[in-house]
């Protein structure tokens, strides 16, 4: 059955591979699965054909069958869970792979987008450069607390999975801060995902879309 | 199997129910199976013990057997998945209500924790005042596109499921701001979940743990 990711007509980000639709593309390649996208203008990301799939306005939506998904964890976890490669087969394993992709999305990346706030839609208040060294540390506490878990292994819990497909992908969008950086092993195990042939074939392809000409 | 979740041995809140072990109480209610608590004091949250079971340093935590789970979203998941009562039968409709448990704690809830830390983190910094607006307006922004989506339905999705008990809970934060209020439609959804036995059973057992003498 063909699978029908959307993506932004043109990401805003110019191809550097944070939108979440790279989080979507990632696992598809990681469990060996074909699928299509249709690009979505920010126009009609507002519109009720869009809004009908996504009731937040947003991308990536996941349409296969009668199904149509919304919201980038629940996409990865349906990918994960209906094709081998993302999550160990044993029950605790599994369910703790599960627990990363939630700390991924709701411990970790909150502060992250608290950041993303202060920087794009309050540059230019009068309070932002007091504010975002607040902000900051507030990032740099979780981050401290995610390097002590993470130590020196190479991945959060065993073998690759989309604990770490997510994770990897929330900590990516902190690398124009220079946050990541200040954590050694997070910055490794970043680049270890983003080293990995699914993720390079995942970043190609939104790359060659919103360069195309 | 015993199963026992850590909770804050004084709930900073005093009993209103918004530490995020109500979310997993209210999810073993309403499977209808028991559970033991262990509080753990704030000095405790940040000893070697817990962080061997939640590396952030939080409740709750979930234990059953060798599993150690921590991430609310994740545990209640794992409940879900393990006891009938909280996800629908029918794939579809089962990784839908898993999309909504996503949407509760990574679309919903960010701009919620930011109005939190506006709140209580910022509370005496001289923009707090001016800027609070703008931060309240960006939960206006996503409350708006739930109400749209919500309508006049009882719940998000067909029955209650766990999508709903995440919704609901991460709502219920919002309460004491009044935000809540202005979107009819869900303030009649949270009263409907608050009305639940399970939840009533759940929010009962944390009051009597946070009021005891």
């Known amino acids: ?43 009609a990301m507002k519109e009720p054909a869009h809004l009908s799939r996504h009731p937040f306005g947003q991308i990536p939506t996941y349409e296969e069958g009668d199904l149509v998904l919304f919201e980038t964890g629940a996409i990865v976890l349906h990918i994960a869970q209906n094709h081998a490669g993302l999550l160990p087969k044993e029950a605790d394993a599994r369910a703790r792979a599960v627990m990363w992709m939630f700390a991924a999305t709701n411990t970790v990346e909150p502060p992250i987008l608290e950041l993303a706030n202060a920087v794009l839609l309050e540059r230019d208040k009068p309070w932002n450069a007091e504010r975002l060294p607040l902000v900051k540390d507030r990032v740099r506490d979780r981050l401290r607390q995610l390097s002590a878990r993470l130590g020196d292994v190479e991945w959060l819990d065993g073998a690759f999975s989309a604990g770490d497909l997510m994770m990897v992908s929330v900590l990516l969008r902190l690398r124009a801060s220079g946050l990541l950086d200040e954590f050694e092993n997070l910055a490794a195990y970043v680049a270890r995902g983003e080293a990995r042939p699914a993720y390079q074939r995942a970043f190609a392809a939104q790359l060659a879309l919103n360069t195309r000409m």
């Open 1 to 43: 059955m063909t699978i029908t990711i959307s993506v932004f007509d043109r990401s805003p980000d110019g191809g550097k591979g944070l939108a979440r639709d790279t989080r979507v593309r990632w696992a598809m390649e990681e469990v060996g699965q074909p699928y299509e996208v249709r690009g979505v203008s920010f126009a």
